[in-house]
């Protein structure tokens, strides 16, 4: 504790509101508190924390608090404090499924439906969650039918009118964009749109019944038919929602597992009555935390940009009745938060539970078999290898050509065990002629380490721990003698692929590996992955070098012509498909050329003496 955090202490309040604790300037956790004196006082006590809690307090250098009213107050300012700064030892969610909203935005002069999937705060109106594509889907084609509301992307209104579209020659568009209507007459649509969306449906199949009996009257039939069977689609969307309503089956259930260093929060979707869906969520450094902390947090973070259900169903929560009161501000509508603890809602919740820990148990045992292909492979090599340290970075090196030509070489990264495709280089081979590949890797080692050692900090490239050449002892020694020309010495070994035997500098027994061996699989995965990136630079040149010298033998085919040309025709395919007529139309093409690069690409068609 220093003497800022000292200070600060003694001149806490007890007050509710937020504290924020820093270091080196940088929030790393933000909480709320009903009593921020006491709540404070807490962290820098000498015993009784938690591990993730006593990690966090030995790295507070400084700490910052926001006074608040009421709790209510405070957890509001807690979760944006949370989504601002995502402090490190907070709840983070990383969630990128969402479900789908109807979407109105009202600062439109003539808004029209759309469907989003994170709501905004950006004025405009969300009606949802739905679960699934055909219930929003069902949705969107009914309020197409029952109100001419636009679809289109048009910036309305538009300063010259234009011809409408077909929606509003089939009465599903009032023709805002032909200036058909006016604002207040569209906006009266757009009120029985949010109407009906709110749940109150009497008034729109009143207004659709008047409408069929006018266009019976007016012998308008397939109308008066249209209309009949939106109302059918209303009454029978409207059962649903009341069956809904009368079963309570509007649920969210959210429980919680630990295991002492991590956390698995589970929800289950419940809706008419059924279990639709679930979704699990971990939280990392959460394993031994108070349950009902984890659980107040987490549905701070997961309703933070989702509309809650009519009732939550939660294992516990912090504070409650603040949460609810939350709850039914993001919803604006009543929702109630419960922690069952009995009966048919509680088994609910203890299937939650059941289904988080089942999801804790695979998700440890799938980070224990990565962990076994990348940092438990990682050793097992550097053991292989005789090394006294366990290396971090690998980098893996490849050469590919054709007969000599358009020679490249590969230079793949792979850090703790995992490809880091960013550091991936590619290099074209510059002094060697021919299909000479100890020689170009040679080269290309050359290259890669008096970069380590350049000048010039920003082409300065850092020092591999490990390096692996894709051949047998003699590929090795060539690699290995150009890096020791530029003073560094790095260990290399190479890997025969034949019998996929390792091979080490002044060895001459290779070292055989078990075909089970994560480390193994680790060398084979470098080596691949080596040889697929150079070998697709290597097709990428060949099939340009190919187009070009095809190009460059026509007589008038320069350069420009020939970006022209397949700017044009985008393929040598397309080109070779083409017309003397088509070619001529290019940019910068003469009849002259045309008939010439026709003529080379159709040598079949010339007339035989």
Known sequence: ???????????????????????????????????????????FRTTGHTPKVAAMVGRIDDFDVMLCNTNLEALLLESN?????????????????????????????????????????????????????????????????????????????????????????????????????????YRQVVDGVLSFLRGNYKPVIEQLEQSMS????????????????????????????????????????????????????QVMFVRRGKLIGAEAFALPREGNEPPDEVLGAFLLQYYADRQ???????????????????????????????????????????TAQKNAADALQKRNAQRTIQEERTTGAVKELAQALGLDFVPRRIEGFDISNTQGAQSVASMVVFIDGQPDKKEYRHFRIKTVEGANDFASMNEVLGRRFRRVRTEDEKDRW????????????????????AMLETGENVPMFGLAERLEEIYLPNRSEPIRLSARSPALHLIQRIRDESHRFAITHHRKLRGKAAIHSRLEEVPGIGPARRRALLAHFRTMKAIGEATEEELVQVKGMTGETARALYAALHPQDEPRA
């Open 1 to 43: 504790m220093n003497d800022t955090i000292r200070l600060k202490l003694g001149l806490l309040p007890d007050s509710p509101g937020c504290y924020l604790m820093k270091q080196d300037g940088q929030i790393i956790y933000v909480g709320k508190a009903v009593n921020l004196k006491s709540r404070v006082h807490s962290y």
């Open 81 to 185: 404090l949370i989504k601002l700064h995502k402090p490190y030892y907070n709840i983070l969610l990383k969630d990128d499924k969402r479900y789908p909203y109807v979407r109105i935005d009202l600062n439109e002069p003539f808004p029209r439906l759309t469907i989003a999937r994170k709501p905004e705060q950006d004025g405009a109106k969300y009606f949802g969650p739905y679960i699934g594509a055909n219930a929003i889907r069902q949705v969107m084609d009914l309020l197409r039918r029952a109100f001419p509301m636009r679809t289109c992307k048009l910036k309305l209104p538009l300063a010259k009118p234009i011809r409408p579209c077909i929606n509003y020659d089939i009465g599903q568009c009032l023709g805002p964009c032909a200036n058909l209507c006016t604002q207040e007459e």
């Open 214 to 265: 006018a266009a019976s009257r007016a012998m308008q039939f397939e109308r008066a038919a249209e209309l009949r069977d939106c109302i059918r689609d209303v009454r029978g969307l409207m059962e649903q929602q009341n069956a809904q309503r009368a079963t309570l089956a509007e649920q969210d259930v959210i429980a919680l597992a630990q295991d002492g260093l991590d956390a698995m929060a």
């Open 308 to 350: 809650p259900p009519r009732e939550v169903l939660v294992q516990g929560a912090d504070a409650p009745e603040d949460l609810e009161s939350w709850l039914r501000s993001r919803r604006e509508g009543a929702v109630t938060l419960t922690i069952p603890q009995r009966g048919d809602k509680r088994a609910l919740v203890l």
């Open 462 to 481: 850092p020092r591999p721990d490990l390096v692996l050449v894709d051949g047998g002892p003699e590929q090795l020694r060539f690699a290995r003698a």
